[in-house]
């Protein structure tokens, strides 16, 4: 959805009382970052608290696609190679743990298509979503360590196959 990085902290209640809803300034390393209301938290509970944009990180998504006949002629398939590539730069002072989510097409009960996932580079784990209310289908991410002033690149290549008499529905939505 967005090549920016979002910043969350994730903060446990030091006391054994309520952390109770109000304003909050954030500061990191002594610099105001903003000010931002918070929920209650229960006694050593956790919270996330969002901080923005991470401008000294930056990500770029680039696909490619390529399509191929294979099969024999009376039972012939359209295959459809996808690539995803996501490069992490850290350009921070400090490494940085950064999670990339990633959704991949599920076809429809009964229909006669195949998804396949060929190569995954580093592994991922499903993510459905869960905790926000929203699950997802196809849902993926990648939990990495982005050494300080380094980079990362994550790739995954799949194949979508269809009888070649059948088509996508959607058109070409795959860029």
Known sequence: ??????RIAELRNP???????????VYVDGEYILSTNIATVPPKGQMELGLGVEQAIKVARNTSY?????????????????????????????????????????????AKVDVQIDRVTPEWEKYEQEERGTPIKGGYRWQVQV???????????????????????GGNRRE
Do not use: C, W
Request: charged share 30%; aromatic share 4%.
């Open 15 to 25: 006391l054994s009382a309520p952390l109770l809803s109000g304003p909050a300034d």
């Open 1 to 6: 959805e967005d090549t920016n990085v979002f």
């Open 147 to 169: 050494p300080s002033r380094g980079e990362t690149t994550l790739s995954v290549d799949y194949t979508i196959k269809t009888y070649v008499d059948s088509e996508l529905m």
């Open 66 to 110: 390529q399509e191929a006949r294979s099969g024999r002629i009376l039972v012939a398939f359209n295959e459809l190679h996808h690539r995803i590539q996501i490069e992490i730069a850290n350009r921070l002072s400090k490494e940085a743990r950064i999670e990339v989510r990633e959704r991949i097409p599920i076809p429809q009960e009964g």
